[in-house]
């Protein structure tokens, strides 16, 4: 993997360069929002860690602006908060994934590696309820002509459900075909991805298509809600 590495902690960003560089990865280091802003936009990475605290532009406003301007990579936020709004925000900035500090280095390794696994995925299928479309060779969704700006997880959340539209989908089988079992469910944080994934396929169309099966899981409604 090519991984660009945002993050304003000098002796941190350093450490983790050279750990992806003894794992046999290429590892490029940017201090600040406009510098990551910049070599992100500009360069080919597999790949993006970024911090959410940076001078200049923080870590939400570098992703969202990458979004705007098309730049899909897939991104790692990192953050000394790890509470459920702060995850919220990430996600509606766009980044794939969070991670809070402190946290092992091989952890974060592993979910560099999914994330790139995903995104590279082959695959060409399409799937479909409704004006509902999913893309997979290239990675895009729609609702009729809109097309909708999903992260990593959530496209790989809404595929799971498209794939098995009208029926239930536990909260073990996306965390076993997502995650690849790489979060707790005692967490809620499968619970924060549904409600984002819903706040941009369903609620601005007026849609429902997306419901909850209580103490069972979910379940995409096959005419797209």
């Not at 790139?116 to 409704?130: E, Y």
């Amino acid at each position: 993997m090519r991984v660009l590495v945002v993050e304003d902690e000098r002796r941190l960003a350093e450490l983790l360069a050279r750990g992806l560089r003894e794992a046999g990865h290429t590892a490029e280091v940017r201090h600040t929002g406009g510098e990551g802003l910049l070599e992100a936009t500009g360069g080919a990475y597999d790949t993006v860690v970024l911090d959410v605290m940076l001078p200049g532009l923080d870590g939400l406003a570098v992703c969202r602006a990458l979004r705007e301007r098309g730049v899909r990579v897939p991104v790692l936020m990192l953050t000394a908060r790890g509470e459920v709004p702060d995850r919220v925000a990430g996600l509606d900035a766009g980044s794939d994934d969070y991670l809070a500090k402190p946290f092992s280095f091989d952890e974060l390794l592993a979910r560099l590696r999914a994330l790139h696994r995903r995104a590279t995925d082959p695959a060409a299928t399409r799937l479909q309820a409704g004006d509902l479309r999913l893309e997979a060779g290239s990675r895009r969704v729609f609702r009729g002509d809109v097309e909708i700006e999903l992260s990593a997880r959530e496209f790989d959340i809404l595929a799971l459900l498209l794939t098995r539209a009208g029926q239930c989908v536990t909260r073990y089988q996306i965390l076993d075909e997502v995650w690849d079992g790489e979060t707790d469910l005692r967490s809620n944080v499968i619970d924060v991805y549904v409600a984002s994934l819903r706040a941009k396929v369903d609620k601005p169309f007026g849609r429902h298509a997306i419901t909850t099966l209580r103490g069972a899981g979910y379940r995409l409604e096959p005419g797209g809600g």
